[in-house]
């Protein structure tokens, strides 16, 4: 069973849209992964590792518009340093990342 959380709670998380810049492939990761640069707006530049090569070749990924979590602490990943997360649905071919149904302004929140 899931906890329940309150308005405040879920207010606390900053979800925004971004449209991705780069895609590199992670050669370092001990899983297959992707180094990600996306455009955040107003929050800027941010870059994250994202374990979505299952589903994603780098090319359908750059240009498209992503949901991110900007506010967790930076994260260290071997070499590279994370500082957002991709958010996206666990699926048995791999990681669906979460997108926008229509543009809207990156650095958007989810409401």
Do not use: C
């Not at 780069?22 to 374990?51: C, L, T």
């Not at 994603?56 to 997360?85: A, T």
């Not at 649905?89 to 809207?104: L, M, N, Q």
């Amino acid at each position: 069973m899931t906890q329940e959380i309150s308005w405040a709670d879920f207010e606390k998380v900053l979800m925004v849209a971004g449209t991705v810049l780069r895609v590199e492939v992670f050669a370092e990761a001990r899983k297959p992964a992707y180094k990600i640069w996306v455009d955040f707006g107003p929050y800027g530049e941010r870059k994250s590792s994202a374990q979505v090569v299952g589903v994603y070749s780098p090319d359908e990924l750059v240009g498209r518009q992503i949901v991110g979590v900007i506010n967790f602490p930076e994260k260290q990943i071997g070499p590279f340093r994370s500082q957002f997360l991709l958010t996206g649905f666990h699926t048995d071919e791999g990681v669906v990342v979460t997108t926008t149904e229509r543009h809207v302004p990156n650095g958007t929140r989810l409401a």
